[in-house]
């Protein structure tokens, strides 16, 4: 699976969209780019995949460069129970086995009121 | 929710205890994980069980001992562990060989993961 680089922390402030960036320049074609993040103590949530159009889903949207190395996941309304350490993976779409998720440092996102 | 529930939620072991963590899900996926997440760093993938078999095994010492004994099961069996060891061990499950092109959450290879047992070893 191909590595991600995402920047250590970002704020924003509650009620404003939060745009965190992730840079995955080694992506193959088959991979898709997953964004989970985690709260503090808890298990990973996962948020939102996407190959190579842009989605949305009722928790974000993710935008994704034509030539896919690069994508920002964003938070239209950012509450303070979106603080969080948000995580970039890319993974293999789908295959026979389940295959290799290598995690990156992830961003850690802080609301502010 | 998650869907993939791990017991116990902590545990605490002494370095000569055996002990067990225990996974387990019901979505009919067929792959299951272990992830180790020590204090700000991120998951580290230890094993994974594709069809209940082990598929990869990220060099993990073998005080750490894997088993999937059925397709929703997964367990991870303790034995001498060091204090370096504490740690919150994570499980996910996900549904590998789904349909290409397909859309939404499991169109993928999305992983679920539980909430953890956060291990402590003295």
């Known amino acids: 699976d191909a590595k991600t680089t995402q920047p250590p922390s970002m704020d924003c402030a509650e009620g404003r969209a939060a ?9 193959s ?37 034509e030539d896919r190395k690069s994508s920002t996941l964003i938070l ?24 290799k998720s290598t995690f990156g440092d992830g961003t850690t996102l802080t609301v502010k009121p | 929710d998650t869907e993939v529930t791990q017991t116990p939620k ?11 963590l225990k996974c387990e899900q019901h979505m009919g996926h067929r792959a299951m ?23 990869i095994n990220e060099s993990v010492p073998s005080r750490f001992s894997p088993e999937c004994p059925n397709s929703s099961l997964l367990n991870l069996h303790l034995h001498a562990l060091q204090p370096e060891d504490s740690a919150l061990y994570l499980c996910a499950s996900s549904s590998p060989g789904l349909r290409q092109g397909a859309r939404g959450p499991d169109s993928g290879n999305t992983i679920y993961f539980g909430e953890g047992s956060w291990l402590t070893v003295v």
């Open chain 1, 76 to 99: 239209p309304h950012a509450t303070l129970r979106d603080t969080a350490v948000y995580y970039c993976i890319v993974r293999v779409a789908y295959n026979t086995n389940a295959g």
């Open chain 1, 29 to 65: 074609g088959n991979e898709y780019v997953y964004w989970y993040r985690q709260i503090h103590s808890q298990g990973p949530q996962y948020i939102i995949h996407g190959l190579k159009n842009n989605e949305t889903n009722e928790m974000a949207s993710l935008i994704i460069t």
């Open chain 2, 33 to 55: 994980y272990w992830y180790k997440q020590k204090a700000k760093k991120p998951p580290e993938l230890m094993f994974v069980y594709s069809y209940e078999k082990l598929s």
């Open chain 1, 19 to 27: 745009n965190l960036p992730c840079n995955h320049s080694t992506i």
């Open chain 2, 10 to 20: 902590h545990l605490v072991m002494g370095m000569t205890n055996k002990k067990s």
